[in-house]
């Protein structure tokens, strides 16, 4: 319908917030080390995570926030990961944690495509899908 205005346009929705999720100032807080791990195909299993310090050879350490987004982590994975850089490809992103046992589990927690933003879980923050200091992040390249 020509003529007809849309209105004024609506600011992004403001952060969430939560007892799990809090904004971090990224030029006041210290980054965290995240220990990443990529695989092919899928995603490792728990048993990958078994030994303390036979953890997979496919690791990335990345310093980032609690606050960085399943795209952020995207775009750094498809740095130094070739397959991630395919147009098709599909990232699929999973916790490592131990259970009260000790034992690592690993569990997932989203998805992004390599290319668009804006889809799936790309604005989801690692607190806000209950990501702790210290949890390993596990990277499937599908």
Request: net charge positive; proline share 8%; glycine share 8%.
């Amino acid at each position: 319908m020509a003529g007809l205005s849309e209105g004024p346009k609506r600011p992004p929705p403001p952060p969430p917030r939560g007892p799990r999720f809090e904004p971090v100032d990224r030029e006041k807080t210290c980054p965290l080390l995240l220990r990443v791990f990529t695989k092919i195909g899928g995603h490792h299993a728990n048993e990958d995570f078994a030994v303390r310090g036979k953890e997979p050879k496919d690791e990335v350490q990345i310093y980032t926030w609690k606050d960085a987004t399943l795209r952020e982590i995207t775009d750094l994975v498809k740095e130094v990961a070739s397959a991630a850089r395919r147009r098709n490809a599909k990232l699929s992103f999973a916790f490592v944690y131990p259970d009260k046992h000790g034992r690592f589990l690993v569990r997932e927690v989203g998805k992004t495509f390599s290319y668009g933003n804006g889809r799936l879980d790309d604005n989801k923050a690692l607190a806000e899908l209950g990501f702790q200091i210290g949890d390993y992040l596990d990277v499937a390249i599908l």
